[in-house]
């Protein structure tokens, strides 16, 4: 069965960095577009980064720059590299697989809590 599993999550000061990574199994991980999105407290979730199966990748403007999503197909696994965290980055991250319109996956978050 389809599994998502997010790791990396935990509390980070103003400016420092942290890498998220999820691991996903149960299907063709190297076929399939992979993102990762964010939810804080009050808010909806928001899209912050996407990568596709020819590596190309987009960002959310909040995180231009600062983030860096990747993918490793052999280890089935994305990552999410955060440089220049900055408080309003606080969020639980969730990683999500798009396998078709009506067919898509989610992990059951990581959190990010960024304070001094």
């Known amino acids: 069965q389809v599994q998502l599993v997010e790791s990396g999550g935990g509390l980070v000061q103003p400016g420092g960095s942290l890498r998220l990574s999820c691991a996903a199994s149960?299907?063709?991980?190297?076929?399939?577009?992979m993102s990762w999105y964010r939810q804080a407290p009050g808010k909806e979730r928001e899209l912050v980064a996407g990568?596709?199966?020819?590596?190309?990748?987009n960002y959310a403007d909040s995180v231009k720059g600062r983030f860096t999503i990747s993918r490793d197909n052999w280890k089935k696994t994305v990552y999410l590299q955060m440089n220049s965290l900055k408080p309003e980055d606080t969020a639980v991250y969730y990683c999500k697989a798009f396998i078709s319109w009506d067919i898509y996956y989610w992990g059951k978050g990581t959190l990010v809590t960024v304070s001094s």
């Open positions: 149960g299907f063709t991980f190297s076929r399939y577009a």
């Open positions: 990568i596709n199966t020819g590596d190309s990748t």
